[in-house]
Nanobody
Framework: QVQLVESGGGLVQAGGSLRLSCAASGRTFSNYAMGWFRQAPGKEREFVAV????????YYADSVKGRFTISRDNAKNTVYLQMNSLKPEDTAVYYC???????????????????WGQGTQVTVSS
């Protein structure tokens, strides 16, 4: 059974930092792109960042570029999202997801992902 479990969310003041973790189990995700999405109340789920396992290339939403960093630890089958200079508009439930390894697109769309975690709440106070 494939499982993605996020952790590391919480309440932080604007300008602060958090590091989210996503532990994968049930299979080795070495061939999967791993992404982070977020969903704020009343809004649609939006792409945040993706890391392609093959080659390790990364892509970010413009709203987080320069502030967030996605990384991985292959030995732990874990992907991270380091979030710095947080803003109140970053408040959302953050989800990690494993992308279809045969997807030919850019992994910016949720439809590219096969497995999802349960989400972790990030709240940034002003």
């Amino acid at each position: 059974q494939v499982q993605l479990v996020e952790s590391g969310g919480g309440l932080v003041q604007a300008g602060g930092s958090l590091r989210l973790s996503c532990a994968a189990s049930g299979r080795t995700f070495s061939n999967y792109a791993m992404g982070w999405f977020r969903q704020a109340p009343g809004k649609e789920r939006e792409f945040v960042a993706v890391l392609r396992w093959s080659g390790g290339s990364t892509y970010y939403a413009d709203s987080v570029k320069g502030r967030f960093t996605i990384s991985r630890d292959n030995a732990k089958n874990t992907v991270y999202l380091q979030m710095n200079s947080l803003k109140p508009e970053d408040t959302a439930v953050y989800y990690c997801a494993a992308g279809n390894p045969y997807y030919s697109g850019n992994y910016f769309d949720a439809s590219a992902y096969m497995y999802w975690g349960q989400g972790t709440q990030v709240t940034v106070s002003s």
